[in-house]
T-cell receptor, first 116, second 118 residues
């Protein structure tokens, strides 16, 4: 069975601070896909990144970066120089198929609050 | 391009009534997913379709829930009869892994339908 754990229920930081959201996953498959989604206060789910199990390269997109470590089954997400607009609930998710051809297993989410 | 479209955005109904939620996937996407989000259980998969055929409905909570996809551009999730514990946000998502294009394996979500059963 697959499982995603986001141990941090809520994180509050002051604007411009760096913040890391943790994600630990469990799967018996050697091929799997990991995702991060953002859910702002308006409620929609916004795709941020997809990573397959064969690609452990870290990725950077502007102020966002992701650290994938198979050795610790973690896929952590860092926001550098946080902004108030980053306030949202962030979900980590896992798929043992392509991600597009199977349902996603979501973590419980981390509520990130960026204070001005 | 239009994203996934869901209607209604909000639904308030009374216990025992039938509720129908609607979803229009992104054009060309051949996978469609229904998820439910509650405070207690988080985001959970209910059912998904490939080329209009249900593939896995193991997440459907009970017989009161049913889903159909009569064509590639429309799906419904029906609850009959509805109960207060069905109150949740219901999301529809679509993807197109068969296209083999970059990003095709990603599920794109609609805005959700917030259902309140009184």
């Amino acid at each position: 069975a697959q499982k995603v754990t986001q141990a941090q229920t809520e994180i509050s930081v002051v604007e411009k601070e760096d913040v890391t959201l943790d994600c630990v996953y469990e799967t018996r498959d050697t091929t799997y896909y990991l995702f991060w989604y953002k859910q702002p206060p308006s409620g929609e789910l916004v795709f941020l990144i997809r990573r397959n199990s064969f690609d452990e390269q870290n990725e950077i997109s502007g102020r966002y970066s992701w650290n994938f470590q198979k050795s610790t089954s973690s896929f952590n997400f860092t926001i550098t120089a946080s902004q108030v607009v980053d306030s949202a609930v962030y979900f980590c998710a896992l798929s043992e198929a392509g991600g597009g051809a199977d349902g996603l297993t979501f973590g419980k989410g981390t509520h990130l609050i960026i204070q001005p | 391009d239009a994203g996934v479209i869901q209607s209604p955005r909000h639904e308030v109904t009374e216990m025992g009534q039938e509720v129908t939620l609607r979803c229009k996937p992104i054009s060309g996407h051949d996978y469609l997913f229904w998820y439910r989000q509650t405070m207690m259980r988080g985001l959970e998969l209910l059912i998904y379709f490939n080329n209009n055929v249900p593939i896995d409905d193991s997440g459907m909570p009970e017989d009161r829930f049913s889903a159909k996809m009569p064509n590639a551009s429309f799906s419904t999730l029906k609850i009959q009869p509805s109960e207060p514990r069905d109150s949740a946000v219901y999301f529809c998502a679509s993807s197109s892994p068969s296209l083999g294009l970059a990003g095709a394996d990603t599920q794109y979500f609609g805005p959700g339908t917030r259902l309140t059963v009184l």
